[in-house]
C-alpha cells in the first residue's frame, strides 16, 4: 500500500470530511472510493469515445451522405 501526502482547499477537505462523516467512514475511505470512481468512469469514457469513434469510421461515407442532404 502507498502513502501519499495530499495538498486539498480547505473548502474541499471540509466537504470531503463532511461526506465521509455522513457515509460512516473515515477520510481516507472516501478518498479512496472517489478516486476509484473517477478511475472507473475514465475507463467507461474511454470505452465510449472508441466505439463512437469506430462508429464514425465504419459509417464515414454514410455521413457524408448525410452532411451533404
Not at 31 to 55: H, N, P, S, Y
Request: glycine fraction near 0%.
Amino acid at each position: 500500500m502507498t502513502t501519499l501526502s495530499l495538498r486539498l482547499p480547505d473548502e474541499v477537505h471540509a466537504r470531503l470530511v463532511a461526506v465521509a462523516e455522513a457515509e460512516h467512514i473515515s477520510l481516507n475511505a472516501a478518498l479512496v472510493q472517489a478516486a476509484e470512481q473517477w478511475i472507473a468512469q475514465r475507463a467507461r469514457q474511454a470505452v465510449f469515445t472508441a466505439a463512437v469513434d469506430k462508429v464514425f469510421e465504419e459509417d464515414a461515407a454514410l455521413f457524408r451522405r448525410l452532411a451533404d442532404t
